[in-house]
């Protein structure tokens, strides 16, 4: 009888087939229940850092176009242009200098802080809601990130407990520092890549070591040394593209507490450091056949800089700053901001109860050596960030800061000194996830004791909300397409006034209108100081001069054939196709009649009086 009885699969195939497809369905349904079960306290973790992260930046979100950081406008704008630039790349529209803005010379993208990564990879949201929308997205999504991405550098690479290491992620995702620069700091909140090139770091040493292997013999991981060297690479490379300051504060941590655990730990340093060397010698060889040419672009191409543009004198934190509570926080003062030169930088206000425990845990946790390498670090970058001439309580004391030995050299004086105060968040971080997992893994006092005194004194800089305000609705100009009768795409608008680094509202146009045209002038880093050093913005025409001395007094001032000869060669060098006076425009009245002098007769397009020139 089973000689003669068919197979199932030969009887009917169809229906073999059909079964197939439910177990396979079904088994995978599994592996999902099973791996969610297994992540649950991760997802949680990461759900809850979502929900702070909105909850923080939440009066963004209503209305992301009709809606502004109170406190920091100026460079919201600035970003979202550079989030509408950025989202070109998808339109196959992109280069490096851009000629959106400060026509007809353009902006060196690479000289400016401009998230490139970052703006493409939100392009299709910029191109399909705005870039308002990528900016709040962003702006939340960098809180959230960095703090998962350094829970589970914590929980995996350091193998602390779950509880340990949100206490860290959360604490280097949602610190005053950051939660401060998240005032249109994109490029200083995108931190999510640092965790990821620290592991990697982590990785190489470990394979550069000879000693004994898991599973392997004695002697260096040579694939996992190359892997780790190509991956870093990587994570580098894209840094660069999202955040270089950002990327150079991490070097210069992750050197000093290597110097610092090369000293305590002299048996690992001479076992693998000639590995370990070689192998961030591949990694820096296969970055730089990337950025070779983007860096170079940015120092010593077209309108490119090769310094900083700002004052470390001015950028320096206020010796009592450290022990002052971020006015963003829940315990904070508005009296503390006269510490700092602006409510994006809050980076050094941790609080004098989170500098006293993190103190006393780095003494509890003992001679372990990470804890050194890490005090090592915040002494180091804590004093960096004082500036060259320390200052406590506004008031300078005459006595020179660490920072004094650095200035002038290239590439560091494009630090503000005040930032390298942001790195102390990762590293006090560090020392409490180390103290509160030795806790919790004891049976003594200590096991409540220590968990206890974290919280306390992380409760004072619990933060706040992000001050918001409503923002005038673009013109119907813009928003309608009507520009496109007045200029073709890609050509040169002329909004009046025009914008500057402090009035740069004009960029809102452009970056409505998915900066499908140009602009003059404008808010942007380029090489118009003196000597061809770093400034911001660039040297005003003499036709937009007079246009903003209007819109500033509102006078009517003379115009003579010299001026409209001037108007008619300031079009010229700009390259425009056609300037544009909307209804909102501050002493619209005398702008247009300023206007009609220059350039004749207006045509009213849609809620805008435009001039074809």
Request: charged share 15%.
């Amino acid at each position: 009888m089973s000689s003669a009885a068919p197979t199932a699969p030969d009887a009917a195939p169809d229906q073999a087939v059909r079964l197939a497809d439910p177990v396979e369905r079904a088994s995978g349904a599994v592996r999902l229940r099973t791996a969610v079960r297994h992540h649950r306290t991760d997802l949680l973790v990461a759900l809850a850092w979502m929900a702070l992260a909105g909850w923080l930046t939440h009066g963004l979100w209503p209305d992301p176009g009709g809606r502004t950081l109170a406190l920091n406008p100026e460079d919201q704008t600035l970003y979202e242009w550079f989030l509408a630039v950025d989202a070109r790349a998808l339109l196959g529209d992109f280069h490096l200098l851009t000629d959106r803005l400060n026509a007809p010379d353009g902006v060196n993208l690479m000289a400016n802080t401009t998230i490139i990564a970052l703006g493409v990879l939100c392009a299709p949201v910029t191109l399909l809601f705005g870039a308002p929308t990528s900016f709040a997205l962003l702006a939340a999504a960098n809180l959230a990130g960095t703090a998962l991405a350094w829970y589970l550098l914590f929980q995996r690479t350091m193998r602390v407990r779950r509880l340990a290491a949100a206490v860290g992620g959360g604490l280097c995702g949602f610190g005053p520092g950051m939660v401060s620069q998240t005032n249109s700091h994109l490029h200083m909140t995108a931190q999510w890549l640092v965790p990821v090139i620290v592991w990697l770091v982590v990785r190489l040493l470990r394979a550069s070591d000879p000693g004994e292997g898991r599973g392997r013999p004695a002697g260096p991981d040579r694939r996992r040394m190359i892997s780790s060297a190509a991956g870093l690479a990587v994570a580098v490379t894209a840094q660069v593209f999202i955040g270089e300051e950002v990327l150079f504060l991490s070097a210069v941590t992750l050197l000093v507490m290597a110097i610092a655990y090369a000293l305590t730990d002299r048996n690992l340093t001479r076992r693998a450091l000639p590995g370990f060397a070689g192998g961030l010698a591949i990694a820096a060889g296969l970055a730089m056949l990337v950025l070779g040419y983007p860096l170079w672009f940015q120092f010593a191409g077209p309108q490119g800089v090769a310094d900083g543009m700002f004052s470390p004198a001015y950028f320096s934190a206020d010796l009592s700053s450290w022990w002052a509570v971020s006015p963003l926080s829940v315990a904070g003062s508005d009296q503390a901001s006269r510490l700092t030169t602006g409510p994006a930088e809050y980076n050094t206000f941790l609080g004098w109860p989170l500098l006293l425990v993190t103190a006393v845990c780095a003494i509890w946790a003992g001679r372990r050596r990470l804890v050194l390498a890490c005090v090592a670090a915040a002494l180091v970058m804590g004093a960096l960030s004082l500036g060259p001439e320390v200052v406590l309580g506004g008031t300078r004391t005459a006595l020179p800061g660490p920072y004094a030995l650095l200035a002038g050299l290239p590439v560091v004086d494009g630090a503000l000194p005040m930032r390298f105060g942001l790195a102390l968040l990762p590293i006090v971080a560090t020392v409490l996830t180390l103290a509160v997992d030795r806790a919790l893994g004891s049976t003594g006092r200590a096991r409540r004791l220590v968990p206890l005194a974290v919280v306390a004194a992380l409760l004072p800089i619990f933060p706040t909300p992000l001050p918001t305000a409503g923002r005038p609705a673009l013109p119907e100009f813009v928003t309608g397409g009507h520009w496109r009768q007045c200029v073709e795409p890609g050509g040169v608008l002329v909004p009046v006034p025009l914008p500057t680094p402090k009035e740069p509202w004009p960029m809102r146009w452009a970056a409505a209108a998915d900066a499908g045209f140009g602009l003059p002038e404008g808010f942007f880093i380029g090489p118009y100081g003196r000597g061809g050093t770093a400034a911001m913005g660039t040297f005003k025409q003499p036709t937009s001069a007079l246009l903003a001395d209007v819109a500033r007094r509102g006078d009517q001032p003379a115009i003579g054939d010299e001026q409209r000869r001037q108007a008619a060669k300031d079009a010229d060098f700009w390259g425009a196709s056609c300037v544009a006076l909307t209804d909102d425009a501050p002493h619209a009245a005398s702008l247009k009649a300023t206007l009609e002098q220059l350039y004749g007769p207006a045509t009213r397009i849609a809620d805008a009086w435009t001039w074809k020139v």
